[in-house]
C-alpha cells in the first residue's frame, strides 16, 4: 500500500466502523423500551448480532485481500445490515419505531462527532468532520457536494444514491433510510453547534433527479 493510499483507505475504515456502530444505538434503544419483543426481533434480522470490528486494526483484518474490494465489501454487508435490521423494527412495532429509529440515528450521530466543551463550531468545522465520519461509499464514488449558500446555510447535493441498492435489496423503504440518516447528521451537528438543523429538499427515493438537504446553524 502506498504512503498516498494509506490514509485513504484507514480513513475509509473509521466511517464503516462508525456505521457499524450505529446499530448498537438502534438495539439499545428498542431493547430498552420493548425488552425481550425486540431481542426476538434483533436477532431474526441480524442472526449473527450486529458487525463489531472491535479494535481490530486494518491491515490485520485485510490479510491478502485486495483492499479496494475488501473495503467495498464491508460497506456492502454494513449498510445492507443496518437496513435489514430497520425493516425488522419498522414491521415489528409500526406505531411507535419511526419516532425511536430517529432517536437512535440521531443519539448515535452525536456521540460520534468531537465536540470540544465551551465551543460552538461553524459550517467549515462541522462539514469537515463530517467528511472524516459519514460513510458516502468509496473515495471514487460520486458522493455528496457542499455548496455554502451563506456564512449560516450549506446545501448537501447528491446526483445518485450510494445507499439504495443496499436498501431495495432487502426491501427497506429508501425514503425512510434517507430521512433517518438526516437524522443521524443533525445530531452530529447538533453535537458541534446546538442551533444546528437538517432541511431535506429533493429526494431521489421519491421520484427527484437528484438528493439536496440544507445544513444551517
Known sequence: MSMFLGPIHHLMYNKIKVAAGRAQSI?????????????????????????????????????????????????????????????ALLYRFPDESGELLKEAFAKHGGETAKADAGTTAGLNEITSQLNQSYLEGMPCDPGGSFNQKDENSMEISHSDCLHKPKWDSVGA?????????????????KALNPNAKVERGASLPKGSESCSCILTV
Open 27 to 87: 438495539i439499545k434503544t428498542f431493547k430498552d423500551k420493548f425488552g425481550e419483543e425486540a431481542e426476538e426481533t434483533i436477532k431474526a434480522a441480524m442472526p449473527d448480532g450486529p458487525i463489531d470490528f472491535g479494535d481490530t486494526p486494518l491491515e490485520e483484518l485485510l490479510g491478502d485481500n485486495p483492499i479496494h474490494q475488501f473495503l467495498q465489501s464491508l460497506i456492502d454487508k454494513i449498510e445492507t445490515a443496518e437496513a435489514s435490521l430497520v425493516t
Open 173 to 189: 423503504p429508501a425514503d425512510i433510510m434517507c430521512g433517518l440518516l438526516d437524522s443521524w447528521v443533525e445530531g452530529f451537528a
